[in-house]
């Protein structure tokens, strides 16, 4: 059998329509899988963010006390020379006082 215009079986909606239902259904499952993509990179970013913050939070922490513990330690040397300077001073002074008192 010769197939010809005639004998064709034509479907009841037009073709070009057919096409386009088919293009949407497609577009359609890219869109729900571009999504579910744009979610997980989403959801990754967050949970990134939220370590990346809390790893910051945790450095900013350790600097600070870090450096809190640098200061407190230059100020205990200071104050420990100032009392050993106080000390020798008085035991000076004594002896000054005690060597003017035999002496007169």
């Known amino acids: 059998m ?3 215009e005639k004998n ?6 037009p073709l070009s329509q057919n096409l386009n239902t088919e293009r949407t259904i497609i577009d359609i499952e890219k869109d ?14 967050k949970n ?3 370590n990346t913050n809390d790893d910051l939070e945790i450095k900013t ?5 870090t450096c809190i513990e640098t200061e407190m330690d230059k100020m205990k040397q200071f104050i420990h020379e100032e009392i050993n300077s106080l000390h020798v ?4 002074q004594f ?8 002496l007169y």
Not at 89 to 92: E, N, Y
Not at 95 to 102: R, S
Request: positive net charge; hydrophobic residues 40%.
């Open 2 to 4: 010769i197939l010809n």
């Open 8 to 13: 064709l079986i034509k479907p009841n909606f």
């Open 32 to 45: 729900k899988k571009q999504t579910k993509i744009t979610n997980s990179i989403t959801n990754n970013t």
């Open 48 to 50: 990134a963010n939220i």
């Open 61 to 65: 922490q350790n600097f600070i006390q």
């Open 89 to 92: 001073d008085l035991i000076r």
């Open 95 to 102: 002896e000054i006082q005690h060597v003017i008192l035999y």
